[in-house]
């Protein structure tokens, strides 16, 4: 491939405003992405990034302000018209067909042959662009059967077979190993030599300093520094984004690990379409530890919690908290006896999105006092727990009033947080518990986690962010295939050997 000798802008976004009833999302937004250049976007949740990533690729119209794409003005009315225009958009969550192979998702819309649909000259394209791009991969291969990292390729292939000459990726190692994110990088690093330009959206701060060229920050709808990549540090991102000082890794003093207070004993659990997801797998917690799990997303970690909290039935073996057999109580008694869950799907397990947030700071406990006297709901008191909560997590806005259904994903995160955190409990099971959240919102939830294990309760952390687990765990049990692969110290470990044990490989075939 040869390289494009001088950087011309591509896309340009000038002044561009998009405003809703009573929200500025973007507010003057400018931008200028380069021929050849990896462009970032940073910024918390709410800052308009998505907003304005909608807007350039036409899924929203602006309010005001221009978009030009080599020079020319452009205004898109769909994301055809963005396509066609030469944008193409990897979204974070993929949009690709299980059943159908690598060429007949790539060429779906716009077959050789038309109807009479050559499959061979499809094969021939496809392996043509992955050839000319980088992107190693089978034509003929069943979607269904690839790994995530190669549907992501697919993904970019599809794309390029629509001629793109701007390519957006949106949080594109979200659900990746560290293995998978470097062949990503490095198929990136082939786009920009071809002079292709990449947005390269993420609130990975190391991954945004190792890839990208320059880095837009963006904060409360507007852009407000554009940067040189080189010479910058995670420190300084994270104080633009927030617009304060943040600390990125809450210190903890080392593990004084008690007694066990949580123990899995060769649990099976079936998930809702009857597949087994947990086989066998046994772990112990103790006071003061946070142990970590990790792992590629679907591999069980997320039934095993749902099996501790008791919203999923265990097919055979023991949960045992605090010494007392709960494997068949329910999941009211478990939160009665101590255990509190930050739940991977919020809205479904987390919130009742219709009550405000009073009712819903109170789901755990309204039948107990302060809240309720002889069935009687007490309004006041479960008012005054929900602004003190609000204003401690800082839940934006900070209205009790509020319908849970009309906070922000990160926000709703923090009402089930400030709810289940406050109730001071024996065992906290986090999954995903910063999901959704900006720099500044994870601060405060690791120092949360942080405090909850310095008193000398048990944490098990559930969380598809390597670095979250590192930072935050003393010890580490790796899932692959419902199983427990191998447990590691903490501050021993490496994202290289966590990345091959996600993959199946055993604790001592793993380490680095």
Not at 47 to 59: C, D, E, N, Q, R
Not at 177 to 201: C, D, M, S, Y
Request: aromatic fraction near 4%; proline fraction near 5%; charge should be neutral.
């Amino acid at each position: 491939m040869e390289a494009i000798p001088a950087l011309e802008p591509v896309l340009e976004v000038v002044d561009l405003k998009k405003w809703f009833p009573g929200v500025k999302a973007n507010d003057g937004v400018n931008l200028t992405v380069h021929a050849g250049e990896v462009h970032a976007i940073l910024g918390e949740n709410g800052a308009g990034k998505s907003t304005l990533m909608k807007v350039i690729y036409g899924l929203l119209e602006p309010t005001s302000g221009e978009i030009r794409l080599f020079g020319q003005p452009v205004h898109f009315r769909s994301p055809r018209d963005a396509i066609l225009a030469g944008i193409g958009m990897v979204h974070q969550h993929f949009m690709l067909i299980p059943a159908l192979t690598v060429a007949e998702n790539v060429v779906l819309g716009d077959e050789p042959g038309g109807v009479r649909f050559d499959r061979r000259e499809a094969v021939r394209r496809v392996r043509e662009l992955s050839e000319r791009y980088g992107l190693a991969i089978d034509p003929n291969a069943k979607v269904g059967d690839l790994t995530v990292g190669l549907q992501q390729r697919v993904e970019i292939l599809k794309a390029f077979y629509r001629k793109a000459r701007v390519l957006i990726l949106d949080e594109p190692t979200a659900l990746l190993t560290p293995q998978e994110t470097r062949e990503l990088f490095n198929i990136i690093r082939a786009l920009k030599a071809e002079g292709v330009p990449v947005l390269f959206i993420s609130h990975k701060l190391d991954e945004v300093l190792e890839i990208s060229d320059r880095v837009t920050v963006m904060r409360a709808g507007k852009t407000v520094e554009t940067l040189e990549t080189k010479g910058a540090t995670p420190q300084m991102l994270a104080n633009l984004m927030v617009g304060r000082e943040v600390v990125l890794r809450v210190e903890k003093p080392p593990m004084e690990a008690g007694s066990p207070v949580l123990e899995v004993r060769h649990l099976r659990v079936r998930s809702a379409d009857r597949h087994e997801r947990v086989k066998g797998v046994s772990l112990t917690v103790r006071r003061g530890e946070i142990l970590g799990i990790a792992g590629i997303d679907g591999n069980g970690q997320f039934e095993l919690a749902d099996a501790i909290a008791g919203l999923l039935r265990a097919e055979a073996g023991q949960i045992v908290l605090d010494g007392r057999d709960i494997t068949h109580l329910s999941p009211a008694e478990r939160t009665q006896l101590g255990i509190a869950y930050v739940p991977q799907d919020r809205q479904l397990d987390g919130l009742v999105l219709s009550f405000d947030l009073a009712d819903n700071m109170i789901l755990r406990d309204f039948r107990r006092p302060p809240f309720s006297r002889r069935g009687i709901l007490n309004r006041r008191a479960a008012e005054s727990c929900a602004k003190r909560l609000i204003e401690a997590f800082d839940v934006r806005p900070p209205d009790f009033r509020r319908k849970a259904s009309e906070l922000s994903g990160g926000n709703q995160q923090k009402v089930i947080l400030a709810r289940e955190v406050s109730r001071d409990p024996l065992v906290l099971l986090a999954a995903q518990p910063t999901r959704g959240l900006d720099v500044g919102a994870i601060e405060g939830v690791h120092r949360q986690l942080v405090r909850l294990r310095n008193e000398g309760k048990a944490v098990l952390l559930i969380s598809l962010e390597l670095d979250e687990i590192l930072s935050l765990s003393d010890r580490i049990a790796v899932m692959h295939d419902g199983e427990i692969v191998g447990v590691v110290d903490g501050a021993e470990a490496t994202r290289e050997q966590l990345g091959l044990m996600m993959t199946g490989r055993r604790a001592k075939e793993g380490t680095a």
